[in-house]
């Protein structure tokens, strides 16, 4: 992926992206994830599968939406 690219996207984005990148680069792939294992788990054993939040919650929470959605950035060094 480009730079020119990833610079119109939010930074907690790029991070993300980034990071997902770099694992691919060690062999690790996002579809390995316990989501995905464990929802093939749940449909080979003819379970139902309901989603917690949708996709608009998540996409908000990353990309910057509602205080009340967005996660907390925690204590960051150097910032009072």
Do not use: C
Not at 5 to 31: C, F, H, K, N, Y
Not at 34 to 46: I, P, Q, R, T, Y
């Amino acid at each position: 992926m480009s730079w020119e690219r990833l610079e119109t996207l939010p930074p907690m984005m790029i991070a993300t992206t980034l990071a997902v990148l770099d694992a691919r680069w060690v062999g690790l792939d996002p579809s390995y994830g316990s989501e995905h294992v464990l929802a093939g788990f749940a449909k080979a054993a003819g379970k139902d599968i309901a989603m917690l939040e949708t996709v608009a919650v998540q996409r908000r929470a990353i990309m910057g939406g509602s205080p009340a959605v967005a996660p907390s950035p925690g204590p960051h060094p150097g910032r009072p």
